[in-house]
Antibody
Framework: EVQLVESGGGVVRPGGSLRLSCAASGFRFDDYGMSWVRQAPGKGLEWVSGINWNGRTTDYGDSVKGRFTISRDNAKNSLYLQMNSLRVEDTAFYYC????????????WGQGTLVTVSS | EIVLTQSPGTLSLSPGERATLSCRASQSVKNNYLVWYQQKPGQAPRLLIYNTSNRATGIPDRFSGSGSGTDFTLTISRLEPEDFAVYYCQQYGSSPRTFGQGTKVEVK
């Protein structure tokens, strides 16, 4: 069974940093690209970032480019999102999702971790 | 980036009725690379349709997708009680990937 479990969310001050993790199991992790997608409470989905199977190709949404960094450790079956210079508008549930055809679209999703940016 | 605009924002229908959801792109979606997701309250999104018209594994055939270029449609032929949810389109023809703002299908 495919499982994706996010962790690392919490409350952080504007300008601060946070690192999210996603533990993957039930599939061969290094066969798949991965994505981060976020959702502000009561709002729609926003694509944040994607990474290919070996970590050499990454992409970011315009609102996070230059502030967030996606990475992966295939030996640990883990995906990461380093978030710097956080803003109030980054407050959201952050979902980890398994990518198909790289990170083009997603067939399995985690349950999300909440990041709250507040002073 | 490609902006996806979904309409209507909310669709009020009764079980058994047909639902037609629209997703319009600000520019042509390369190779019609578009997917649809369903999301219920408190749950993660669920993949419904990929490559505009291909149903994902386990998705009932009452769900169908169509379209090309800038205009795409998700059709639910006969609404079941479990279909009342929010639906999102997402394009992957261009960088960055982008989502529409969602259409809520609610019980009339």
């Amino acid at each position: 069974e495919v499982q994706l479990v996010e962790s690392g969310g919490g409350v952080v001050r504007p300008g601060g940093s946070l690192r999210l993790s996603c533990a993957a199991s039930g599939f061969r992790f290094d066969d798949y690209g991965m994505s981060w997608v976020r959702q502000a409470p009561g709002k729609g989905l926003e694509w944040v970032s994607g990474i290919n199977w070996n970590g050499r190709t990454t992409d970011y949404g315009d609102s996070v480019k230059g502030r967030f960094t996606i990475s992966r450790d295939n030996a640990k079956n883990s995906l990461y999102l380093q978030m710097n210079s956080l803003r109030v508008e980054d407050t959201a549930f952050y979902y980890c999702a398994r990518g198909i055809d790289g990170y083009n679209w997603n067939d399995y999703w985690g349950q999300g971790t909440l990041v709250t940016v507040s002073s | 980036e490609i902006v996806l605009t979904q309409s209507p924002g909310t669709l009020s229908l009764s079980p058994g009725e047909r639902a037609t959801l629209s997703c319009r792109a600000s520019q042509s979606v390369k190779n019609n690379y578009l997917v649809w997701y369903q999301q219920k309250p408190g749950q993660a999104p669920r993949l419904l349709i990929y490559n505009t018209s291909n149903r994902a594994t386990g998705i009932p055939d009452r769900f169908s997708g169509s379209g090309s270029g800038t205009d795409f449609t998700l059709t639910i032929s006969r609404l079941e009680p479990e279909d009342f949810a929010v639906y999102y389109c997402q394009q992957y023809g261009s960088s960055p990937r982008t989502f529409g703002q969602g259409t809520k299908v609610e019980v009339k």
